[in-house]
T-cell receptor, first 112, second 117 residues
Framework: AQSVSQHNHHVILSEAASLELGCNYS??????LFWYVQYPGQHLQLLLK??????LVKGIKGFEAEFIKSKFSFNLRKPSVQWSDTAEYFC??????????FGQGTELSVKP | GAVVSQHPSWVICKSGTSVKIECRSL??????MFWYRQFPKQSLMLMAT?????????EQGVEKDKFLINHASLTLSTLTVTSAHPEDSSFYIC?????????????FGPGTRLTVL
């Protein structure tokens, strides 16, 4: 069965700290991977996506993610977080028929 | 960018009544829309895939007679929660996929908070 696992439920960081959120997936076919962000009271927005090519993907707002096929991972990183990055982050894989399968989500709290 | 709206943004209803939620793609045509349910502090669970002009495809465990989906046009899909009960209280989110490709990007609506008393 297809699944996505996010290791961290809640991460608390101070501003300027580096961020890495873990994401592992289980899917036997060709994968398309996504990171979405949900700011408080707002709708889901796409941060970045991987379809093919360079496994290091750069997204909006200084985020990047690395697809490591051998580890079935797609971790999200940011070198220096800001208070405005406080949000819920979801990793997702595009499964059969294009359905999105989401991880459990990671709540990021950045202290000013 | 592509915009998806939902109406209403929140609704409170009495147990036993039905509630309709609309999902519209405002500036693009969407042959496929998806309906998700999100519980507090949890992930989005896909409920069903809605295809314009055909019956929706429901995920395992989702009652099709309770959650009626209609995708009457390329810009509108509706979800009707019939005979709602308190356990149906949740955050319902739709997304719309631009174009016909199965792996085209999905754009999400802002969600509808349903509270059943």
């Amino acid at each position: 069965a297809q699944s996505v696992s996010q290791h961290n439920h809640h991460v608390i960081l101070s501003e300027a700290a580096s961020l890495e959120l873990g994401c592992n997936y289980s899917y036997g076919g060709t994968v398309n991977l996504f990171w979405y962000v949900q700011y408080p009271g707002q709708h889901l927005q796409l941060l970045l996506k991987y379809f093919s090519g360079d496994p290091l993907v750069k997204g909006i707002k200084g985020f990047e993610a690395e697809f490591i096929k051998s580890k079935f991972s797609f971790n999200l990183r940011k070198p220096s977080v800001q208070w405005s990055d406080t949000a819920e982050y979801f990793c997702a894989v595009n499964g059969q028929g294009g359905k999105l399968i989401f991880g459990q989500g990671t709540e990021l709290s950045v202290k000013p | 960018g592509a915009v998806v709206s939902q109406h209403p943004s929140w609704v409170i209803c009495k147990s036993g009544t039905s509630v309709k939620i609309e999902c519209r793609s405002l500036d693009f045509q969407a042959t496929t829309m998806f309906w998700y349910r999100q519980f507090p502090k949890q992930s989005l669970m896909l409920m069903a895939t809605s295809n314009e002009g055909s019956k929706a495809t429901y995920e395992q465990g989702v009652e099709k007679d309770k959650f009626l989906i209609n995708h009457a046009s390329l810009t509108l899909s509706t979800l009707t929660v019939t005979s709602a009960h308190p356990e149906d209280s949740s955050f319902y989110i739709c997304s719309a996929r631009a174009g016909g490709g199965a792996y085209n990007e999905q754009f999400f609506g802002p969600g509808t908070r349903l509270t059943v008393l």
